[in-house]
């Protein structure tokens, strides 16, 4: 069982899956700095000084009662809230990522047919001139009667 466990924990497909999942790990998160830090401030100063992360609703008011300056203090009091400004900053962050992926895949996908091209057009072997093919049958008959 050890064995097979190393074997398929090496192979080159195993291998190559945990690289890429820590890879896109570390670019998530990336993502979410650019998203949280970068790209929503602007969006948010334009839409009117509206800050994604504290959009929340309050579906029960906690103690004391709201309303509430942020999401951190309304659930500090306990209130239930929906935060769909979380939502809002996910939703941009997956969609870079995904179209980062996108972009990623559609470049490796390139790059296979190309190497598929350049494969196909290598010259064929060349053609055998007329004394090759004979000195060929005659090598061939030679081998035969030496068996």
Same mark, same amino acid.
Do not use: H
């Given at each position: 069982?050890?064995?097979?466990?190393?074997?398929?924990?090496?192979? +080159?497909?195993?291998?190559?899956? $945990?690289? +890429? =999942? =820590?890879?896109?790990? $570390?670019?998530?998160?990336?993502?979410?700095?650019?998203?949280?830090? =970068?790209?929503?401030?602007?969006?948010?100063?334009?839409?009117?000084?509206?800050?994604?992360?504290? =959009?929340?609703? #309050?579906?029960?008011?906690?103690?004391?009662? +709201?309303?509430?300056?942020?999401?951190?203090?309304?659930?500090?009091?306990?209130?239930? #809230?929906?935060?769909?400004?979380?939502?809002?900053?996910?939703?941009?962050?997956?969609?870079?990522?995904?179209?980062? #992926?996108?972009?990623?895949?559609?470049?490796?996908?390139?790059?296979?047919?190309?190497?598929?091209?350049?494969?196909?057009?290598?010259?064929?072997?060349?053609?055998?001139?007329?004394?090759?093919?004979?000195?060929?049958?005659?090598?061939?008959?030679?081998?035969?009667? $030496?068996?």
């Amino acid at each position: 069982m050890w064995s097979e466990f190393k074997e398929f924990a090496v192979k +080159g497909n195993v291998v190559d899956m $945990a690289v +890429g =999942i =820590i890879i896109g790990a $570390a670019f998530g998160t990336i993502v979410k700095a650019l998203v949280d830090g =970068i790209l929503m401030p602007p969006i948010g100063l334009l839409l009117g000084d509206v800050d994604f992360a504290n =959009i929340f609703t #309050v579906l029960q008011e906690g103690d004391p009662a +709201g309303p509430y300056a942020t999401l951190e203090a309304a659930q500090e009091a306990g209130a239930v #809230v929906m935060a769909w400004g979380a939502l809002v900053n996910t939703v941009i962050s997956f969609l870079i990522v995904a179209f980062s #992926v996108f972009v990623f895949v559609k470049w490796i996908n390139r790059l296979k047919r190309e190497q598929e091209v350049e494969a196909a057009e290598e010259p064929a072997a060349p053609e055998l001139t007329a004394d090759q093919q004979l000195l060929t049958e005659i090598r061939d008959l030679l081998q035969t009667r $030496a068996v």
